[in-house]
């Protein structure tokens, strides 16, 4: 059942400001952006590098798009500056109250003068020539010399207030004349005087200021009752008093400024912007009526400055965009639809529609009941109003008298409207699609689809529509329907409009694409990569697209793409948005954004230089250069840099490029000001940086930085040279050595041959000593006599004994050593046939060393039987009875061998008597032996030791001889 209210329950016809505040610009407060250091500033300039400087209660700051950094003098008298201008070298200079002159140099503030005789207390302006500093004090008017500080006075009276103009000043001097003070204003042309106006008062003007433009000079005064404005004709030298608007009557007048032909009056209650014309002044707009205003500076990229008394700085990045705040009300905006002309409804979350013509609120309806508004749709044909809610519930107000119909649930909860005909509407909502036949009297409806409609559009008789599972097409006649696939594929679609026969279809994963000639293909707009679609509208042949990263705008036959971000004070994602005859409406929860529809609402972004501030070798800072030679240790290389400019550390990104290491430029991160090479090899590099604002279209270079690394010491030529100087004389000594090792091993060969011959001959001579005729001559008349005797056993076994000693002999002959073993065997039988010489009148005995080894231990072939034919040749032989002989083989200290031959003879002493004359030498096979030691110790390193000891009884008799032979174990 409908029912109608023939009422309105709340018709609220409002003035300006009671709902909605005045429009201002968007700004961005810079104590929430940075660390501001103050709250009272005073001036404001930007130079030629764009560093922003502000004079503040605290003193002097520069800002350079990251941090502020504060510049003092240790004789500075008081912490406040003032007046910031530029000289022709756009070298910065400000004063204070006490009179002090300062000027920046290599980013230190130097003090220029100390005029505080000349100014008494009172801030006085200052003028910058080309020679010289002009100032305009209280007692008169002086320059200060810029070399040799000399002060000439250039007028004499009080000077109140001055303004600069080319090479012409402006000033305000107070004279006495008796009881009467003249107030003249002056004109200085280089030090000619020229007097435009005079006010004849015995009270002294309040507030004198002169602001001087380039085609106009303003003079303004406090009378008792309000501000006085004059205007300077300054071609005829003339001043006309000129009518004072009637909104700046009272105001603090805290300077004059001239921007883009207005001029702008900052006072204590914000900024007044006039025009002025026909000597007549034109109101524009009051802007932030709340805040003192002394100084505004627009940058280089458009920005504007404010500084306040109380209040900081803020910036408006585009004076073009307005937020208006909805402060005075609890509600939310939940929808928006556009009326005709600039007109347009806000929907709350509380019931309320709020109607704005001109961004102003001219009434608010009620509906009943306080209900979610979740959708509007305004119908020009008939005037009315659709409210959807987000419930079984709906609305239709007819906007000829502002009444509210409940129309159930006709179109609750809607997704999307569209009119198909002056008598047909589709409307769209969570579960299907429908199309309504004169939907506002005795609607017919038809269901098109069942499922969660997205978007819709009419274009050339075809109704399209976005389900949450395809896009699909429908004749407007008959209603059959069509899907649109891409890449055979269904598409999940946003939202949906069109210019000129072409749909515009915003997907969920294909980005933009255009749907013309029956051909759905890409839209070849080259929007930033991974950008998701919020809304798509259009406006004649330009398409306004809204995302997450901010507004685009488009120009389907141009091609051209402009778009309004963060950078632009639109620093939020902007969701569906409204297009109005001159403006576009972007609406938030709590405010809403006005764009005006004109190309002054685009800016185009400029990169500032971007400059290398600090360089570090090491992690210790070094003056900034071009070209830099180091060692090869020092090769850690840390690089600082910076693009000034508003919030530049958000929206100027950098990349670096380092010629002989990377073939592309390398992304820095945003935000990040450094580039750090932690250990470059030797050789030459060339860093090249280059920055670029993210809304600008082009970068800007940064002067390229050489850095040549030595190489160490064992890199260089002369190095190198000495390495292969070094191995050619290791390979030539090499070679020596080796020959002359090779000429050793020869010599040591062939030694080796004589030694083994002289050896050979020395067994020989030693077998030849041993193998003399007595001994062979005494066998075998031994072996005769036990043949005669028939003792053919005992000769049969002494003939097989001297015939193995024979072999033996002979055997090892051939060999320079033989075990122990064999040589005591060959000893042993020797004495045994020895006995039998000696018709058993011998006594022998052989001691061997348990712990030695005979079986492998070597000593040189029959080495020990000379020593024991010596005994019993010669000391033996000559002894008639109790003839004993002992042969003893042991271990002694450090592995070493003894073998003792002791005999109980006559003594080397009483043999020699006995020898024959002709026999005093030494016996053959003993000379052979000390021959062979020899050569064994100094040939073959073998430390054999012979030493022979007489024996004596207790009366000094001679009892004996010992042999001892020592040798190492081998």
Not at 153 to 179: L, P, Q, R, S
Not at 394 to 418: E, G, H, P, Q
Not at 678 to 685: E, Q
Not at 719 to 748: D, H, M, N, P, S
Request: include cysteine; proline fraction near 2%.
């Amino acid at each position: 059942m409908q029912l109608i209210f023939r009422y309105i329950l709340f018709v609220f016809i409002i003035g300006l400001g009671s709902v909605a505040n005045a429009q201002n610009p968007v700004i961005q407060h810079m104590s929430k952006v940075s660390n501001l250091p103050d709250v009272e500033f005073y001036d404001i300039a930007e130079d030629n590098q764009n560093y922003i400087w502000l004079a503040a209660n605290k003193g002097l700051y520069r800002y350079n798009g990251k941090s502020y950094k504060h510049f003092s003098h240790p004789q500075q008298r008081g912490n406040s500056l003032f007046q910031l201008k530029f000289d022709a070298k756009n070298q910065l200079w400000c004063n204070n109250i006490y009179g002090q002159l300062f000027y920046v140099e290599n980013d230190s503030l130097k003090l220029f003068y100390d005029a505080s005789k000349l100014v008494n207390g009172q801030l006085a302006n200052f003028e910058i020539l080309e020679n010289s500093i002009r100032l305009f004090t209280v007692i008169g008017i002086f320059d200060i010399d810029k070399s040799t500080k000399q002060v000439t006075e250039v007028f004499k009276g009080m000077c109140i207030t001055n303004a600069k103009d080319g090479n012409n000043n402006y000033t305000f001097i107070i004279n006495h004349e008796g009881d009467l003070e003249r107030h003249r204003l002056y004109k200085f042309d280089n030090n000619t005087s020229i007097k435009i106006l005079e006010i004849t008062s015995s009270n002294r003007i309040q507030s004198p200021r002169i602001f001087a433009f380039k085609n106009t000079v303003f003079f303004t005064h406090k009378s008792s009752n309000e501000n006085v404005i004059y205007k300077i004709d300054k071609i005829k030298n003339t001043s006309k008093k000129v009518v004072t608007p009637a909104r700046l009557k009272n105001e603090t007048i805290y300077n004059v400024l001239n921007i883009e032909n207005n001029y702008w009056f900052l006072t204590s209650s914000g900024v007044f912007v006039y025009g002025f014309e026909n000597e007549t002044f034109t109101f524009k707009e009051q802007l932030f009526s709340k805040e003192s205003i002394t100084d505004v500076q627009v940058d280089f990229n458009k920005n504007y400055w404010f500084t306040t008394l109380d209040n900081g700085v803020f910036v408006s990045p585009n004076l073009n965009i307005r937020r208006v705040e909805l402060s005075n009300i609890d509600s939310k905006i939940t929808a928006s639809v556009a009326l005709q002309n600039n007109q347009f409804v806000l929907g709350t979350n509380d019931g309320k529609l709020l109607f704005y013509n001109h961004n102003q609120l001219t009434k608010t309806l009620q509906l009943p009941g306080k209900k979610i508004i979740g959708k509007l749709f305004f119908d020009a044909q008939s005037d009315k109003l659709i409210v959807s809610i987000n419930a079984s519930e709906s609305f239709v107000v007819n906007l000829k008298n502002d009444k509210i119909l409940d129309v159930n649930n006709r179109f609750s909860v809607a997704k999307t409207f569209s009119k198909i005909d002056d008598n047909t509407l589709f409307y769209g909502n969570y579960r299907q699609g429908i199309v309504y036949k004169n939907p506002f009297n005795h609607p017919e409806q038809q269901i098109l689809k069942e499922s969660r409609v997205k978007a819709s559009v009419v274009s050339n008789n075809h109704l399209f529509v976005s389900y949450i599972d395809g896009l699909y097409k429908y004749n407007t006649k008959t209603f059959n329907a069509e899907e649109i696939t891409f890449n055979s594929k269904s598409l999940l679609v946003n939202t949906l409009t069109k210019t000129n026969g072409t749909v515009w279809v915003a997907t969920q994963h294909n980005g933009l694409l255009k749907y013309q000639n029956n051909t759905l293909k890409p839209s070849g707009i080259k929007l930033p990569e991974n950008l998701q679609i919020n809304a798509i509208h259009a406006d004649g042949l330009v398409l306004w697209i809204s995302t997450d990263a901010g507004l685009f705008q488009y120009h389907t036959k141009t091609h051209q793409l402009k778009s309004l971000s963060a950078q632009d004070g639109l620093n939020t994602a902007v969701n569906d948005f409204l297009i109005l005859q001159n403006q576009i409406i972007v609406s938030l929860p709590k405010a809403f954004y006005v764009l005006p529809k004109s190309d002054a609402l685009f800016k185009a972004f400029k990169t500032a230089k971007v400059r290398v501030e600090a360089v570090k070798i090491n992690d210790r800072d070094t003056l900034v250069a071009t070209n830099y030679k180091l060692p090869h240790h020092l090769n850690k290389i840390d690089i600082s840099f910076n693009s000034n400019g508003f919030q530049s550390n958000q929206h100027v990104s950098y990349q670096y490029r380092v010629k002989q290491i990377d073939t592309s430029w390398q992304n820095i991160p945003l935000n990040t000001h450094f580039v750090t090479f932690n250990s470059l090899s030797s050789g030459t590099y060339t860093f090249e940086l280059k920055a670029q604002n993210l809304s600008a279209q082009q970068a800007v270079f940064a002067a390229p930085i050489s850095f040549v690394i030595a190489k160490p010491f064992w890199e260089t030529y002369w190095f190198y040279g000495l390495v292969v100087a070094a191995i050619i004389g290791l390979v030539w000594l090499y070679f020596r050595w080796r020959l002359q090792q090779k000429e050793a091993q020869r010599i040591a060969e062939v030694d080796k041959i004589l030694i083994d011959k002289k050896i050979t001959n020395l067994r020989l001579e030693n077998l030849r000593s041993q193998m003399n005729p007595h001994f062979i001559f005494n066998a075998l008349n031994s072996i005769q006599d036990y043949i005669i005797s028939n003792e053919k056993e005992l000769a049969s076994s002494y003939l097989v004994k001297f015939s193995r000693l024979i072999r033996m002999y002979l055997d090892y002959s051939q060999q320079n050593e033989i075990t122990l073993e064999e040589e005591l065997n060959a000893l042993k039988l020797y004495l045994e046939l020895e006995k039998v010489r000696f018709e058993d009148e011998l006594e022998y005995t052989i001691s061997i060393d348990n712990q030695l080894k005979t079986k492998q231990i070597k000593v040189p072939s029959l080495f020990i039987q000379p020593y024991v034919e010596n005994a019993l040749k010669h000391g033996l032989l000559h002894k008639l009875n109790d003839r004993k002989l002992h042969v003893e083989a042991k271990i002694i200290q450090q592995n070493k061998l003894e073998i003792t031959v002791e005999d109980n003879g006559i003594g080397r002493e009483q043999s020699e008597k006995l020898k024959r004359p002709n026999q005093q030498h030494k016996p053959f096979a003993t000379k052979a032996n000390e021959e062979r030691v020899h050569l064994y110790k100094n040939k073959l390193k073998r430390d054999i030791a012979i030493t022979a000891n007489d024996l004596y009884d207790e009366n000094d008799v001679a009892a004996g001889t010992k042999v001892v032979i020592t040798m190492p174990i081998h």
